[in-house]
Nanobody, 121 residues
Framework: QVQVGESGGGLVQAGGSLRLSCAAKRHSSVSYALGWFRQAPGKEREFVASISWIDGSTYYADSVKGRFTISKDNPKNTLYLQMNSLKPEDTAVYYC??????????????WGQGTQVTVST
């Protein structure tokens, strides 16, 4: 079982940057990949990016491709999301979670508290 804790969110102006962190307390043998998801007010949770713990391969949602970068620090069991050129539509609560492979499907029904990202105009 993977337990996660997200941090790094905040308020930023459009065009700015933030880096989110996720401390994965245990690496699950079931899922070899972790990802970022987000949920905006009144909308369903959506996939943002995922990465393999093993070879670092990545996968991004079209809406963030070229602006966001997912990365990992294996010894620290920490996942990162560098977000650049932020837009107001990126405003959401961001969550990390294990994924089914390096894809967009979460491998869990249990979510942490997430970290709030707010992008102002």
């Amino acid at each position: 079982q993977v337990q996660v804790g997200e941090s790094g969110g905040g308020l930023v102006q459009a065009g700015g940057s933030l880096r989110l962190s996720c401390a994965a307390k245990r690496h699950s043998s079931v899922s070899y990949a972790l990802g970022w998801f987000r949920q905006a007010p009144g909308k369903e949770r959506e996939f943002v990016a995922s990465i393999s713990w093993i070879d670092g391969s990545t996968y991004y949602a079209d809406s963030v491709k070229g602006r966001f970068t997912i990365s990992k620090d294996n010894p620290k069991n920490t996942l990162y999301l560098q977000m650049n050129s932020l837009k107001p539509e990126d405003t959401a609560v961001y969550y990390c979670a294990p994924t089914v492979g390096v894809g967009s499907t979460p491998a869990t029904n249990s979510w942490g508290q997430g970290t709030q990202v707010t992008v102002s105009t």
